[in-house]
């Protein structure tokens, strides 16, 4: 459980911060909720299934070209997220914008970004297990930044289709240290 992802944000006023949970049994999330107090909305996920309770219409087909980068990036090596987001390339096709907590995860579930992406280990992490299953449930492509199974490798990339985790993968490989 994280009772408040975004603390950084919470504490600046921002309304970009969310309450995450999940339930891990056996290194599998068989449940998972994300909740935005400001809008009201509570995205969940359970059994395969993914929803949506609070604002109705919240989920969306309207096509976007939204592309969350996590601000907060390691400290012990090139951060991915700031180069990827200065990549004219990436600006061309995406319009990023800069987060720093799991309700971007949600909104790549429910179509209101197009992707996520965040750099560094995160297996176990409080802050995106919740995400990651919401993006699961939903049916988003998510893998860490070599393409492979979410917290296979160094960070995640959760998109809502093929084409873009596709398109982000090759954008991220020109930044990644090997």
Do not use: K
């Amino acid at each position: 459980m994280d009772p408040l992802c975004g603390t950084l944000n919470f504490a600046a006023r921002t309304t970009t911060f969310s309450v995450n949970v999940a339930l891990v049994q056996d290194d599998a999330t068989t449940a998972a909720a994300v909740s935005h107090p400001p809008s009201g909305e509570v995205h969940w996920a359970a059994d395969g299934s993914f929803g949506m309770l609070g604002r109705e219409g919240a989920t969306t087909t309207t096509p976007n070209r939204l592309v969350d980068i996590n601000a907060d990036g390691p400290l012990d090596r090139p951060f991915v997220g700031a180069q990827l987001a200065a990549d004219p390339d990436l600006r061309g096709q995406f319009s990023p914008r800069v987060e720093s907590t799991t309700l971007a995860l949600a909104w790549v579930a429910t179509g209101q970004r197009l992707a996520y992406l965040t750099d560094g280990m995160h297996q176990g992490s409080v802050h995106f297990t919740a995400g990651i299953a919401l993006c699961d449930a939903a049916g988003c492509v998510v893998t860490d930044f070599d393409g492979n199974a979410v917290h296979t490798g160094p960070g995640i990339v959760a998109a809502a289709d093929a084409e873009t985790h596709t398109t982000l993968l090759a954008l991220i490989a020109r930044y990644r240290a090997r």
